[in-house]
């Protein structure tokens, strides 16, 4: 099995780590939404593995990154005790997997990209 190296590829893997990250983040400090920075970080973590692990059928990457697009809007929206740098890292993996999620269900179409 290969993987091809595309611009979307690069993108799916940066929001998911981001995700990772932001979610570890969340989980070291004493913040209101651990629940949250606990889906944040599993279904990141799932999202990544499916990107190089044939998964069965309803478990794609869209469905994963379409449920962490959720758990990042619920992140930045509910209020919380909030560093500087966790929330730039939050928007930052938003928008990103918004990319993924709108490019995924054929809704945005950037040449080169998908």
């Known amino acids: 099995m290969t993987v091809t190296l595309t611009w979307l590829l690069i993108i799916t893997i940066l929001a998911a780590a981001l995700a990772i990250y932001d979610g570890i983040v969340r989980l070291q400090g004493k913040r209101g939404n651990s629940i949250l920075a606990v889906a944040e970080l599993v279904f990141a973590a799932l999202m990544l593995l499916s990107v190089f692990v044939a998964l069965p059928a309803p478990f794609t990457t869209f469905l994963f990154a379409l449920i962490l697009e959720v758990v990042l809007i ?41």
């Open 74 to 114: 619920a992140l930045a929206v509910l209020p919380g005790k909030r560093r500087r740098g966790s929330s730039t890292a939050t928007f930052i993996a938003l928008l990103l997997n918004s990319v993924v999620v709108l490019i995924a269900a054929g809704w945005l179409h950037i040449p080169g990209l998908g």
